[in-house]
């Protein structure tokens, strides 16, 4: 279950390609020691504890407010990217709330992320290079929330 805002606001999403990684304990070493989030391992979906390393098939690990660190496993690799937030106005976010995910040891709320749209060529429109619209870019993991959705 999904609880998105309907408050837009503008800012810049800086993304930052970390890797490829052919070990998960390189990948690991990317996440932020003091971060908070949560990990998939191949049994279960577990809180991040930077401490806890394991081999993981998915992570997403909020550094503060602006900054969080996302992990996927291909099949052969594990691929992360850094999404930092900043002043600007080449994309658009709003927040979203997931109240339905289950993560072992419990969160203290659902997951919180920003997702952000950003202006791209019109697809639709292939002999007009001018045109621009909205378009969804990615999701950034905001942290745990303790709000109702």
């Known amino acids: 279950m999904t609880n998105h805002s309907d408050d837009w606001t503008t800012c810049a999403l800086e993304t930052q390609p970390l ?3 052919d070990d998960w304990k390189d ?6 020691a003091r971060g908070s989030g949560w990990v ?11 401490t806890n390393a394991r081999r993981f098939l998915a ?3 909020a550094d503060g407010p602006h900054t969080s660190v996302h ?6 690799r594990w691929r992360a990217w850094r999404y930092v937030k900043r002043d600007g106005d080449t994309h658009r976010e709003r927040r979203i709330r997931y109240a339905s995910v289950r993560i072992e040891g419990g ?13 791209a060529s019109d697809p639709f429109d292939p002999f ?8 969804p870019s990615v999701t950034r993991f905001l942290g745990f929330t303790s709000r109702e959705t």
């Open 128 to 135: 007009d290079p001018t045109m621009r619209v909205w378009t």
């Open 40 to 50: 998939m391992a191949p049994d279960a979906v577990l809180p991040f504890h930077a």
């Open 59 to 61: 992570a997403d690990v």
């Open 19 to 21: 890797g490829p990684f």
């Open 27 to 32: 990948a690991w070493a990317t996440l932020p």
């Open 71 to 76: 992990i996927r496993f291909d099949g052969s």
């Open 107 to 119: 969160p203290p709320g659902p997951l919180e992320y920003a997702e952000y749209w950003e202006l």
